[in-house]
Each structure stands twice: as C-alpha cells, then as structure tokens.
Nanobody, 120 residues
Framework: VQLQASGGGLVQADGFLRLSCAAS????????MGWFRQAPGKEREFVAA????????FYGDSVRGRFTISRDNAKNMVFLQMNSLEPEDTAVYSC??????????????WGQGTLVTVSS
C-alpha cells in the first residue's frame, strides 16, 4: 500500500492550500480516508476523515469550518482543502486509510507527509 501526499508549501496567514493524496495497492473504496498532521514538538493530531462513499465527514476541533475533506474513488485520491490558514496549522500533513470508529478513524495504512508552513 502506498499513500503519497502532495500539495504542501509555504503560504501566508489567511491563505489557502489544497492537499492531495494518491493511493495505490488497496481497494480504495473499501476504506475510510483521513488526514493527520504533526507539528514540530507536538503529538500527531487528527485533522479530518471521510467515509468510503463520502456520506460521513469528521473534522478535528481546530480545523472545523476552515478545512474540507473530499475524495474521488474513480481516481483513488483524497483531498484536503485548507482555507483561512493560521500559523498554528504549520505541520507535516499525511493521509491514512482505515475505518471510522465514532468520530475518529483507525490508521491501518499511512504514508509520508507533505509539509505545510504558514507564515504570520
């Protein structure tokens, strides 16, 4: 299984970025997909998750209302639209495949991340 995130970069505060994650080696439509992030010196944090056919979406408290997760099962891809970015959003963002449990998801598979840096 490979999960390759892309789309990170340097952006000013209040700007936006769109992250993409390409998945291979798994039956994509049978997995929930999610985004996690880890900032320097901090623990890994749940960002967002989306169910297999996009009927359910969950967000972490710190990003709800600013970030939107979506997926394209035909292309085996998941996306994270990030608006109104804040310096506190600076982190390495990675995608994961798993199963939704309540308002969270398991990380059965995960990939290397993409760095997002938000300047003030």
């Amino acid at each position: 299984v490979q999960l390759q995130a892309s789309g990170g970069g340097l952006v000013q505060a209040d700007g936006f970025l769109r992250l993409s994650c390409a998945a291979s080696g798994l039956t994509f439509s049978t997995f929930a997909m999610g985004w996690f992030r880890q900032a320097p010196g901090k623990e890994r944090e749940f960002v967002a998750a989306i169910s297999e056919y996009s009927t359910k979406k969950f967000y972490g408290d710190s990003v709800r209302g600013r970030f939107t997760i979506s997926r394209d099962n035909a292309k085996n891809m998941v996306f994270l639209q990030m608006n109104s970015l804040e310096p506190e959003d600076t982190a390495v963002y990675s995608c994961a495949a798993g199963y939704i449990l309540g308002g969270d998801m398991t990380e059965n598979y995960w990939g290397q991340g993409t760095l997002v840096t938000v300047s003030s």
